[in-house]
T-cell receptor, first 111, second 116 residues
Framework: GESVGLHLPTLSVQEGDNSIINCAYS??????FIWYKQESGKGPQFIID?????DKRQGQRVTVLLNKTVKHLSLQIAATQPGDSAVYFC??????????FGIGTKLQVIP | DTGVSQDPRHKITKRGQNVTFRCDPI?????LYWYRQTLGQGPEFLTY????????KSRLLSDRFSAERPKGSFSTLEIQRTEQGDSAMYLC??????????????FGEGSRLTVL
């Protein structure tokens, strides 16, 4: 079945530094690869997605990189802020496909 | 507030009781999803509706679980004869029509179930 997993469960970053969160996936059939942010006690919030035929997409302070050769997805957050502290999930699917989530990485921003 | 709303936010019940959760999606969204999330885990897909049609059900959804979306608007998720293993956050999400909508789901705040 479809599987999305993460390399690291917790990442600590100094405020102002860049953060990189990594994710490995097993199912190449996903139309999209997606990053979600979840703050404590809240539902997941969409950050950015990338279509499977692309290798890079940029948003506001975030960049997603997709390497289909090694089935690797990463989220880069520039100038990390305290408000970025949350759990980040990579996911696959989208369009008419269901979205399947990985385990999550907790990002801790050190002031 | 035009976001996805879920009710109740918290439910404590005794084992063996039935519980029902309600989800009101964003009004123009025709797709509605239910997920379950336990502590430290990512959301697990349960089921998905497009309008009133239930298009997919996870194997996680046992016979004790039933979801409906009778008029293609709000949805209910019922759990019969609850077990302690059903304790989790039940998340509802919606998305607009079209294949080019990408992976963006709009989640509610969730309904937390505790089975004693």
């Amino acid at each position: 079945g479809e599987s999305v997993g993460l390399h690291l469960p917790t990442l600590s970053v100094q405020e102002g530094d860049n953060s990189i969160i990594n994710c490995a996936y097993s199912n190449s059939a996903s139309d999209y690869f997606i990053w979600y942010k979840q703050e404590s006690g809240k539902g997941p919030q969409f950050i950015i997605d990338i279509r499977s035929n692309m290798d890079k997409r940029q948003g506001q302070r975030v960049t997603v990189l997709l390497n289909k050769t090694v089935k690797h997805l990463s989220l880069q957050i520039a100038a990390t802020q305290p408000g970025d502290s949350a759990v980040y999930f990579c996911a696959g699917g989208g369009g008419y496909q269901k979205v399947t989530f990985g385990i999550g990485t907790k990002l801790q921003v050190i002031p | 507030d035009t976001g996805v709303s879920q009710d109740p936010r918290h439910k404590i019940t005794k084992r063996g009781q039935n519980v029902t959760f309600r989800c009101d999606p964003i009004s123009e969204h025709n797709r509605l999803y239910w997920y379950r999330q336990t502590l430290g885990q990512g959301p697990e897909f349960l089921t998905y509706f497009q309008n009133e049609a239930q298009l997919e059900k996870s194997r996680l959804l046992s016979d004790r679980f039933s979801a409906e979306r009778p008029k293609g608007s709000f949805s209910t998720l019922e759990i019969q004869r609850t077990e302690q293993g059903d304790s989790a956050m039940y998340l509802c999400a919606s998305s607009p029509p079209g294949t080019n909508t990408g992976g963006e789901l709009f989640f509610g705040e969730g309904s937390r179930l505790t089975v004693l």
